[in-house]
């Protein structure tokens, strides 16, 4: 075994932090008060290689793969985990659409998202839950030379930064009767509805779209009709949960380095509180769920760098990295004893993020229910 | 232009220098396990060469004069855009001074062959002495500009460049050959891309020791090195308490001229 980063990952980890430290962090008092993603910085980071990192280079991306993907949003959140969000689900659509589309759909969508010139958006969740995909109410049906949607997706991240979004809508009943859409926003009848204004994220867009008799080209649909399902599934677990836990881990990072700094500066009883064991045993688990994390996140994207089945390894990377993220922010907080809730400080913005990396991207009991189908499999009698 | 020399120091990261030891008998700095990133300053001459090579084409070359366990930060360098590196490495050029150090990295830009400019930051975080660049330019016999704050180049071979001096600035026009040292107001050092990251590995690091670039042992080293360095004390940062009493409105004004003298207001 190798645990050992190459000197290309640490270039590419440092490089990200030079950017995310210098460019993103005047942006995000902005983005807390207003809620809305600074889509200016789409382009810089598309010069930089992160908006297009696991696009193929054939279609205007840099092909690093997802270890790279994961050092990169990791670095991206612990300076602002809402840019990190944003990021990770235009990740989502450019998996989706290299994985399932055509060539002529990874011809005419993957470049523009590699540039930065959109973001992409993957649409599965409606008002009545993400979880229950099968259950989902949104429709389509062939009509001539055209497909007819309609029903709502909502909680849906760049819906308002995007020009095009992949669309989870029903064809048919049951499991094999979704299928996966990709609809421009101009197509008529497709509207976007209302923002959402979050707890936490907050820079990072959230919303509706809505679709009203909407009219797309036969050849829109994405993979197979009645293939949906899988395209939701593999797009969710393969980049959604490493990307979510790739924003977790950011997430954790930065509360270790916030809570560390602060208890060394803090003097109290003529001596900085690090000194006080409490304090020291609270940083020495922040710094151990870190490790933790970080080899969980690594692991899984490696395994998907390697084409191996990860669907447990990113399961567990997300739903543990996200909880601990949790854990850990209000630790940091906790730390910072009332500063802690005071806006100046960030350690109360890492815990209003990490709080919504939990149902985010696949919520962390479906997570849950996929690793206990893991851990029961070796005992499931026949 | 045909080709831009740009040299760079690799610096202890000012985040580990509070475990910076020094050497008690050379009073130079203890660099093991400290890790080294680019001089902050030397980034701006890098990215002023890539704007030289962006309108006129031309070879960036990287000199650096650093121990062998560098080579990573000369990597960095390569990824910002730069064409090839040349270390020069030898354990004979430990302890050089400025003059040594100068004369070192003069017979490396003789090497590396013909060039129009050698770009330098105007100093390093950790000498802060300012001396070499101009030192090299004594070296190779040609006119050195120090502090550019800005380089503009209307044609190749024609530089208008502003000097930031105390009180004000100085404009000046120049030709090539020519030794310019940087000041972080020169211009913003482009982000690292992933695109030159994976270029950069396909790039020559040449490493070049004394016995390639042959200079005198006398001259170079500490043996080479006039000056030595007395002693070197790092700062401590402490905060100090001071209180004061008397009657609110005599303590509100002492607290005024304080604060005051300190330069806050």
Known sequence: ?382 | MKRVIVCMKPVPDPKAWDRLKTDPVSKTLIREGIPSVVNPLDKHAVEAALEVKDFFGAEVVLLSMAPLDTRPVLREVLAMGVDRAVLLSDKAFAGSDTLATARILAQGIRNIGEFELVLCGNFTLDGSTAQVPSQVAEFLDIPNVMHVCDMKIPKAGHLLLTQKIEQGFVKLEAEPPLLLSFTKEANKPRYISFMEILAAEKREIQIWDNAFLNIDKTLIGLEGSPTQMADLLLQTKQRKAVKLTGKPEEIARELADKIHQLGII
């Open chain 1, 1 to 382: 075994m190798d645990f050992l980063m190459s000197e290309r990952e640490e270039l590419l980890r440092k490089s990200v932090r030079e950017f995310a430290e210098s460019e993103i962090t005047p942006k995000i008092e902005a983005m807390e008060k207003t809620g809305e993603f600074p889509v200016e910085l789409m382009k810089p980071m598309a010069k930089m290689g992160i908006t297009g990192i696991i696009a193929p280079p054939e279609f205007g991306g840099v092909g690093l793969g997802y270890l790279a993907r994961t050092i990169a949003l990791e670095e991206l959140s612990r300076v602002c985990a809402a840019i990190s969000m944003g990021v990770q689900v235009h990740h989502m659509a450019i998996f989706a659409l290299n994985d399932f589309g055509t060539d002529a759909q990874k011809q005419r969508y993957i470049p523009p998202l590699a540039k930065g010139e959109t973001m992409g958006v993957v649409a599965v969740t409606e008002p009545s839950g993400g979880s229950d995909v099968v259950g989902m109410q949104a429709t389509a049906e062939a009509k001539g030379d055209k497909w007819i949607l309609n029903g709502r997706k909502c909680f849906i991240t760049n819906s308002h930064t995007s020009d095009f979004w992949v669309v989870i809508a029903k064809t048919a009943e049951g499991a094999k009767g979704l299928s996966a859409f990709i609809v421009e926003k101009n197509h008529p009848g497709a509207k976007t509805g209302r923002v959402e204004h979050k707890v936490g994220l907050r820079g990072s867009n959230t919303g509706e779209l809505v679709f009203d008799n909407c009219e797309i080209p036969k050849e829109n649909i994405l993979g197979q009709e009645g293939g949906g399902l899988a395209v939701a599934l593999k797009t969710v677990s393969e980049a959604g949960r490493t990307g979510m836990a790739a924003t977790a881990l950011g997430i954790i990072g930065a509360c270790l380095e916030e809570a560390a700094k602060f208890a060394s500066e803090r003097m109290l009883y003529g001596k900085p509180i690090s000194s006080l064991q409490a304090i020291g045993f609270y940083l020495a688990e922040i710094f151990t769920e870190l490790d933790i994390c970080r080899l969980l996140c690594y692991r899984a994207s490696w395994m998907k760098d390697q084409n191996m089945r990860s669907d447990t390894e990113n399961a567990m990377a997300k739903s543990y990295t996200c909880d601990a993220a949790v854990r850990c922010a209000r630790k940091a907080v906790e730390i910072h004893g009332s500063y802690g809730i005071l806006q100046e400080y960030k350690v109360q913005r890492l815990l209003r993020d990490a709080v919504v990396t939990v149902p985010a991207g696949g919520t962390g009991q479906i997570g849950k229910v996929v690793l206990a189908r893991a851990a029961l499999a070796p005992y499931k009698k026949k």
